[in-house]
């Protein structure tokens, strides 16, 4: 177990303010798995979104990929 930690960027299609959030490996995995597309829900305006894994966090895309 590593101590890594993946952020996950994105922004609300609704009202338009950034979302980020950091991981660790062991709670990234727990909150979306292999999902290829995350479930995110922003902290302004509480709308509930997706977007693309390589888009919102790279870095976890990437180990998804290898594995
Ligand atoms: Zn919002």
Same mark, same amino acid.
Not at 9 to 23: A, E, I, W
Not at 25 to 50: S, T
């Given at each position: 177990?590593? $101590?890594?930690? =993946?952020?996950?960027?994105?922004? *609300?299609?609704?009202?338009?303010?950034? =979302?980020?959030?950091?991981?660790?490996e062991?709670?990234?995995?727990?909150? =979306?798995? $292999? $999902?290829?597309?995350?479930?995110?829900? *922003?902290?302004?305006?509480?709308?509930?979104?997706?977007?693309?894994?390589?888009?919102?966090?790279?870095?976890? $895309?990437?180990?998804?990929?290898?594995?």
């Amino acid at each position: 177990m590593s $101590d890594k930690r =993946y952020e996950v960027k994105s922004s *609300c299609p609704q009202c338009g303010c950034s =979302y980020l959030t950091v991981l660790s490996e062991e709670e990234i995995r727990a909150k =979306y798995g $292999d $999902d290829e597309r995350f479930q995110l829900e *922003c902290g302004e305006c509480l709308a509930a979104f997706e977007k693309e894994r390589s888009e919102a966090c790279p870095e976890w $895309d990437k180990e998804c990929r290898l594995r």
